[in-house]
């Protein structure tokens, strides 16, 4: 009788699934990263080791998204309300995109990853702004994934931006206020140039947007994992990913 092979045969024939048998792959994923702190706690380790043991699953969550052909993953990594924390961790973290830019960039060129991101930009430390501006020049020509980092980001405060921008351009009759509608709303926030995401991922057991993209993720699919981001891997991402093949997202028809 044939022995039933186990799924990882030997180091050689490990895999998870090949990309080609994903079908409808989401085109924007969306990952709250989160459970750094806590990864590190229970390790015995100060937060910011967790942060940065995350910052490397960054870059293999990255080279996933490639192989499965996604188009755009945004990853939020800086709220706007992350600076309620100590000031050694809001600097640690604030510096982590250098870090990640200093040590990544090489392959995420040899990937044809371009890099943008969203939030408030101008309002990030300058070694943080110098280090995502040189990444964002050297790779715009690139037309592989849109790596987008939320960065200093919060939905609140992108859609108050929106608004005052909005009342700015309607003072200046640039258009009148029927043809204010959802289209044009959109077109004021940091995400104005991308689709909504399709499937929005949060790791570390919590259950909640955060301030995370409020507007934008109105007929997202969510996927919640208790995993902890430090432990986010390929396999993980696979089950999400398929998990997402067998929604059935209605936009409120039938
Ligand atoms: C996510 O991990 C990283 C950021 C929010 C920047 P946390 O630092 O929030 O980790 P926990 O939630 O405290 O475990
Ligand atoms: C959300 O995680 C922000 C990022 C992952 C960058 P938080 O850890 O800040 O969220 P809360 O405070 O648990 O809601
Ligand atoms: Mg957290």
């Given at each position: 009788?044939?022995?039933?092979?186990?799924?990882?045969?030997?180091?050689?024939?490990?895999?998870?699934?090949?990309?080609?048998?994903?079908?409808?792959?989401?085109?924007?994923?969306?990952?709250?990263?989160?459970?750094?702190?806590?990864?590190?706690?229970?390790?015995?380790?100060?937060?910011?080791?967790?942060?940065?043991?995350?910052?490397?699953?960054?870059?293999?969550?990255?080279?996933?998204?490639?192989?499965?052909?996604?188009?755009?993953?945004?990853?939020?990594?800086?709220?706007?309300?992350?600076?309620?924390?100590?000031?050694?961790?809001?600097?640690?973290?604030?510096?982590?995109?250098?870090?990640?830019?200093?040590?990544?960039?090489?392959?995420?060129?040899?990937?044809n990853?371009r890099?943008?991101?969203?939030?408030?930009?101008?309002?990030?430390?300058?070694?943080?702004?110098?280090?995502?501006?040189?990444?964002?020049?050297?790779?715009?020509n690139n037309d592989g994934l849109l790596?987008?980092?939320?960065?200093?980001?919060?939905?609140?405060?992108?859609?108050?931006?929106?608004?005052?921008?909005?009342?700015?351009?309607?003072?200046?009759?640039?258009?009148?206020?029927?043809?204010?509608?959802?289209?044009?709303?959109?077109?004021?926030?940091?995400?104005?140039?991308?689709?909504?995401?399709?499937?929005?991922?949060?790791?570390?057991?919590?259950?909640?947007?955060?301030?995370?993209?409020?507007?934008?993720?109105?007929?997202?699919?969510?996927?919640?994992?208790?995993?902890?981001?430090?432990?986010?891997?390929?396999?993980?991402?696979?089950?999400?990913?398929?998990?997402?093949?067998?929604?059935?997202?209605?936009?409120?028809?039938?």
């Open positions: 009788m044939p022995m039933k092979l186990p799924f990882f045969k030997s180091k050689n024939e490990e895999r998870f699934i090949q990309s080609e048998e994903l079908t409808n792959v989401p085109e924007h994923v969306a990952i709250i990263m989160d459970g750094n702190g806590r990864w590190a706690k229970r390790k015995g380790l100060p937060r910011i080791a967790g942060h940065k043991a995350g910052m490397d699953v960054v870059k293999k969550t990255v080279e996933t998204a490639v192989k499965y052909n996604i188009k755009v993953l945004t990853l939020f990594a800086f709220s706007t309300e992350n600076w309620r924390r100590p000031k050694q961790e809001v600097e640690y973290l604030l510096r982590l995109p250098k870090e990640f830019l200093h040590i990544y960039l090489p392959d995420l060129m040899k990937n990853v890099i943008e991101t969203i939030g408030d930009f101008d309002s990030l430390p300058d070694y943080t702004k110098e280090a995502v501006r040189y990444a964002k020049e050297k790779t715009k790596l987008n980092f939320a960065l200093n980001y919060g939905s609140r405060d992108e859609i108050l931006s929106a608004i005052k921008l909005i009342m700015k351009d309607f003072d200046e009759d640039k258009f009148s206020l029927e043809q204010l509608d959802e289209e044009r709303l959109s077109q004021y926030l940091y995400t104005n140039h991308l689709s909504d995401p399709d499937l929005l991922i949060r790791t570390s057991g919590e259950q909640r947007l955060s301030n995370f993209l409020l507007w934008q993720s109105a007929y997202t699919e969510f996927w919640f994992t208790d995993v902890l981001w430090p432990d986010f891997n390929e396999e993980i991402f696979v089950e999400a990913l398929m998990d997402y093949q067998n929604r059935s997202r209605r936009f409120g028809g039938i």
